[in-house]
């Protein structure tokens, strides 16, 4: 399974933007970049996702470096209501989404 | 609410005992998949159905067992219970396309 390295935490200043990196050198072709959230006492939420070019939509932005060995989801303003742990996957849709890997995420604390 | 069902929500029980997880996916979802959430520790992945058949298995024990039934809720069997096997136990279900949908888990305390 290809990996991701995330770092183990983060913090930000409520209603500034926050920006959590990933990287994931050994990305194959097929694999798409997918970000989920996981707030406390809950289970995880889909965030986005990505193959090559940048996402956004409600939640967040998805920006992949142009060799996609990294990506960066962005939160535009943090709430409090961001604080959670945050995990880069990478989903090979080859193997159709049989496996679905979580690493240890980054846990991101909001500061008021 | 994701659509995604668990019960029960609590389990309290005794080492040695066996106890049973349900998950009800979403309505057309074909895939469930089973994750492991031990106190500070990530989501282990156990193992994933589609569509009734066994598709993907991560660190499962030999004391644990699932199935997808045909009307596709699934459920996760877990067996001669050990303090260590408390923890919580997510069940998600996507249609196929990576986007999965969790439920809200169900904890499980051994005693």
């Known amino acids: 399974d290809a990996k991701t390295t995330q770092p183990n935490s983060m913090e930000s200043n409520e209603e500034e933007p926050v920006h959590l990196p990933c990287n994931h050198s050994t990305i194959s072709g097929t694999d798409y970049i997918h970000w989920y959230r996981q707030l406390p006492s809950q289970g995880p939420e889909y965030v986005i996702h990505g193959l090559t070019s940048n996402v956004n939509n409600r939640m967040a932005s998805l920006a992949i470096a142009e060799d996609r060995k990294s990506s960066t989801l962005i939160l535009h303003r943090a709430t409090l209501r961001d604080a959670a742990v945050y995990y880069c996957?990478?989903?090979?849709?080859?193997?159709?989404?049989?496996?679905?890997?979580f690493g240890p995420g980054t846990s991101l604390s909001v500061i008021p | 609410d994701s659509g995604v069902t668990q019960t029960p929500k609590h389990l309290i029980t005794a080492t040695g005992q066996r106890v049973t997880l349900r998950c009800s996916p979403r309505s057309g979802d074909l895939s469930v998949y089973w994750y492991q959430q031990s106190l500070d520790q990530g989501l282990q992945f156990l193992i994933q159905y589609y569509n009734g058949e066994e598709r993907a298995k991560g660190n499962i024990l030999e004391r644990f067992s699932a199935q997808q039934f045909p009307d596709l809720h699934s459920e996760l069997n877990l067996s001669s219970l050990e303090l260590g096997d408390s923890a919580l136990y997510f069940c998600?279900?996507?249609?196929?396309?990576?986007?999965?949908?969790f439920g809200e888990g169900s904890r499980l305390t051994v005693l």
């Open positions: 998600a279900s996507s249609v196929g396309d990576g986007e999965l949908f």
């Open positions: 996957i990478l989903i090979d849709r080859e193997t159709s989404y049989d496996k679905v890997i």
